[in-house]
């Protein structure tokens, strides 16, 4: 007896289900994609009971033809691809033809709509696969979509739903990924009669402010955009400044105008950031990336939101780049503002500076009312006295030998302008107070606006880990009291094998004993004290198979911020006026003045 037979078209529907609708967040995703494709300027979603009783999706595209509205709801039938070859060429949101056939599997669904050229509409009721009515209706043109009772058919499926706020979450979460990729298309969300979020079309920035900044005064602030265009990949978006980075900052990769989860892309901007991010912050960053629609697959998994890149490594370097450079661009690292702050005079090669003219009495004598013999004194002698200590005073200036500093978005500030005796900052032509060194931490400078505090050790930090970056670093190996084990599994094994002699040229030794184990005999010395260096070898060794490391430098970027930290330890009781002039002058040379790396805040600003 033969027992292999072909499954009725229901049953088909409701496996294909368990991939496409997994909970009503689902439903939203694909019927508001849809509405899209279909050139709507409007989505409405009105969700009741969390999606379980009920989820309509209305929007004003091009509606359909009676045959067409009918044909949909039929397994792999769509409107998107013709033949084999259109699946390299995808740019809609939904192309396999199994949404709408899997929720009319699950759920009772009706439908109505009309194009524009018809007198009337069509409206077709479904129910569990099985087609109930389909008449001609008075519609507005384009369609409406009212989902009902969702698994109703399938009680196990049903039963294992999350708690209404939850599923209200997960419909919110999909929704906003829908908004936020097609800024042009007015979206309104309501919860029963309450409108939860409306968002007008507009620009991609406002977009992104409407969905992520309502509770945050400074999140257009924080925003700082990023553009390239390349024969390979273009990237437009933005990306947070390092202090609104935290532990839940949203993140959003959109691919073609269609969102996406991409692990290696969102290291290619952590890593933009080189340590101006503290531990355990994530910047925040909304990124489209536009490529070519036969340069990416999308086909690789049922909710799309996992795609495959032609050039992956490529568009890895390109986006780094890209948040770098924008990141120096907008300068993020220098919260002085010297535009205002700092007034740059007019100097002419050749002119002479001007004294200023003094008018005094040159008879008046202080002692002659008090009935004491006046004491002879030469007043020229001492007016020149005085006018030397003053001109002696201007020339005590810090020598740079012309060095600049370039701050705030290339501003060229001389250092010998921007300091002067007892005062290190200049607003507006008006001299400061002298900088004091507060509890052997704090260099504080008043200005006219408010006060500059640096926090020193942070400073020092900084200062000497580009120095060390900058140099030649010999780096010495130190044997270690016991010996620590790596056991790596197969794939990391091959890497670090690669990576060996790479290991060892920078101070560490290793034993191999065993399968895919090795002791670690010896390390770099500043290293020694580190409880992390197994840590550290793992990380090398899972950015190297992630093709986004260069061993050499990452190896000497972690010696080299040991090393600073190790001198920013140092107390410091006092700091002499030369000496905080020359730490300002250095810190504001350095490639990030703002924060340390590891993304310690150095510089803090109060204002009045």
């Known amino acids: 007896m033969d027992i292999v037979r072909q499954l009725p078209d229901s ?5 294909a289900a368990g991939e496409v609708v997994q909970r009503p967040a689902s439903v939203v995703k694909e019927l508001t994609e849809n509405a899209v494709d279909a050139g709507a300027t409007l989505v409405k979603v009105i969700v009741t009971g969390a999606g379980r009783q009920s989820i309509q999706v209305i929007d004003n595209g091009c509606g359909m033809s009676e045959s067409d509205a009918r044909m949909s709801f039929e397994r792999h039938a769509t409107s998107k691809i013709r033949n084999a070859e259109d699946l390299f060429e995808i740019q809609t949101m939904g192309f396999r033809g199994e949404a709408l056939a899997s929720i009319a599997a699950v759920a009772q669904v009706e439908v109505r709509t009309r194009r524009e050229e018809d007198r009337v ?38 039963k294992f739903l ?10 919110l979460t999909e929704f906003q990924r829908v908004a936020i990729a097609h800024e042009n298309v007015a979206f309104e969300l309501y919860n029963g009669n309450e409108l939860m979020m409306n968002l007008p079309a507009g620009n991609f920035r406002q977009r992104v402010t409407q969905l992520y900044g309502k509770n945050k005064k400074s999140f257009a602030q924080d925003l700082i955009p990023i553009h390239a265009e390349t024969t390979i990949v273009n990237i437009d978006g933005f990306v947070g400044r390092p202090e609104s980075a935290g532990k839940y900052t949203p993140q959003v990769f959109l691919a073609n105008n269609r969102f996406i989860m991409h692990p290696l892309l969102r290291r290619a901007v952590i890593q933009a950031y080189d340590r101006m991010l503290q531990n355990g912050a994530v910047p925040l960053f909304f990124v489209k990336i536009t490529v070519k629609p036969s340069a990416v697959d999308v086909n690789i998994h049922p909710t ?54 003094v008018n005094f009495d040159r008879s008046y004598d202080p002692f002659r009312s008090c009935g004491k013999k006046p004491v002879e004194r030469n007043w020229q002698e001492m007016f020149q006295g005085l006018r030397n200590e003053v001109i002696e005073g201007q020339d005590q200036r810090l020598d740079f030998h012309g060095e600049e500093l370039r701050v705030n978005a290339g501003l060229s500030v001389n250092t010998s302008l921007a300091t002067s005796p007892g005062n290190t900052i200049l607003d507006n032509n008006e001299t400061v107070g002298e900088s ?129 930290r190790c001198a920013s330890r140092i107390r410091r009781e006092h700091l002499s006026r030369e000496e905080r002039e020359r730490l300002v002058a250095r810190l504001f040379a350095s490639s990030n003045p703002n924060t340390t790396p590891d993304g310690k805040t150095i510089v803090k600003r109060i204002e009045l």
């Open 11 to 15: 049953v088909a529907n409701q496996i």
């Open 121 to 158: 509409g069509v409206l077709i009721e479904i129910n569990g696969s099985r087609v109930e009515r389909q008449e001609p209706v008075e519609c507005q043109k384009g369609t409406r979509f009212v989902v009902k009772n969702l698994f109703y058919n399938v009680p196990a499926r049903r």
């Open 162 to 171: 999350k708690t209404d706020e939850t599923e209200m979450k997960n419909i």
């Open 304 to 357: 799309k939101t996992e795609v495959k890149f032609e050039d992956e490594k490529e568009i890895f370097s390109i986006l780094m780049v890209c948040v770098r450079e924008a990141l120096g661009k907008y300068n993020v690292s220098a919260p002085m503002d010297f535009d205002n702050d700092v007034e740059i005079p007019n100097y002419r090669e050749g002119a002479n500076p001007k004294m200023p003219e």
């Open 436 to 564: 004091i060194f507060f509890r052997g931490k704090w260099l504080c400078v008043a200005l006219s606006s408010g006060l500059v505090a640096i926090d020193v050790p942070a400073a020092v930090y900084r200062i000497e880990y580009d120095r060390l970056m900058q140099s030649e670093m010999e780096v010495l190996s130190q044997r270690i009291l016991f010996d620590e084990i790596l056991e790596l599994d197969g794939d990391s094994e091959c890497i670090f094998t690669e990576l060996e002699k790479d290991l060892e040229e920078v101070g560490f030794r290793f034993e191999q004993f065993g399968r895919s184990m090795y002791r670690v005999t010896s390390v770099p010395a500043v290293l020694a004290e580190d409880a992390d260096r197994i840590a550290l070898i793992k990380e090398i060794i899972h950015d190297t198979r992630e093709g986004v490391v260069e061993l050499q430098r990452e190896m000497k970027s972690q010696l080299a911020s040991r090393i600073a």
